[in-house]
């Protein structure tokens, strides 16, 4: 079975916003996720993604199968405040991100960047040349975020895929290369 883009529709669109004041509270450390995070993680999932979060046994196996790109934001009180998670085809290099959501209160502080950034290097690091992901169209503050990282729409038609998850669900595909092992320097 190889990995299909399982992004969630979000119906709730952030609108641009500026920045809120940061919590008075230390910034999450990021961390690989662990067996033990799995309730949390669910509670998050649905906080943040509601009637569009991940069954929990599916995310249970996404765990199992995907654990050290599973990396999650850990406020040291208990509490995991975002997550991302890629998941890699089990023949070739690419991969797809299957999931990034931070939660509300600790938005627009670069946390989603963070998340994005530290998984992608580890892709890169495994070997991972092309990785793909699929974002609800009008999801303005995931695309400019991921537009910022270099992901680009993936043509056909701008990366438009009409009704992608279903009757009324388009959703647009978004690539990056990320620069393959040949491409690298010494020690690269
Ligand atoms: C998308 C999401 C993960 C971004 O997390 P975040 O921690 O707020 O993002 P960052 O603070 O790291 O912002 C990184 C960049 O994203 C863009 N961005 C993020 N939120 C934005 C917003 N509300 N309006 C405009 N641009 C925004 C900006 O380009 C920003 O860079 P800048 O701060 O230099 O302007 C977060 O909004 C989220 O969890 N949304 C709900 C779940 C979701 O939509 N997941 C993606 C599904 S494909």
Redo the contacts with the bound molecule.
């Keep these: 079975m190889t990995a299909e883009p399982l ?2 529709s ?1 119906d709730r669109h ?4 500026v ?1 809120a004041p940061y919590p008075d509270t230390l910034p999450p450390v990021l961390r690989t996720a662990r067996d033990s995070d799995l309730s949390e993680l669910r509670r998050l999932d649905e906080e ?2 509601q009637d569009v979060s991940y069954p929990g046994f599916l995310l249970r196996q996404l765990f199992d199968m995907y654990e050290e790109h599973f990396l999650v934001l850990d406020d040291g009180a208990g509490r995991l405040r ?1 997550y991302v998670l890629a998941a890699t085809r089990a023949l070739g290099q690419d991969s797809w991100i299957l999931g ?3 939660t509300q209160d ?10 994005m950034t530290e998984v992608l290097s580890r892709l890169r690091r495994d070997g991972i040349e092309v990785v793909r ?4 169209p009008a ?4 695309i ?2 991921y537009r ?1 990282l270099g992901f680009r729409p993936e043509d056909p038609d701008a990366g438009l895929r009409r009704d992608y998850f279903g009757p009324g669900m388009d959703r647009q595909i978004m690539r990056l290369d990320l620069p393959g092992r040949a491409d690298r320097g010494p020690g690269g």
């Design positions: 992004e969630r979000l952030e609108q641009r916003t920045p943040v993604f975002g990034l959501c931070v600790r938005r627009r502080h670069g946390l989603g960047r963070e998340l992901l699929t974002v609800e999801n303005v503050a995931a400019l975020l910022s």
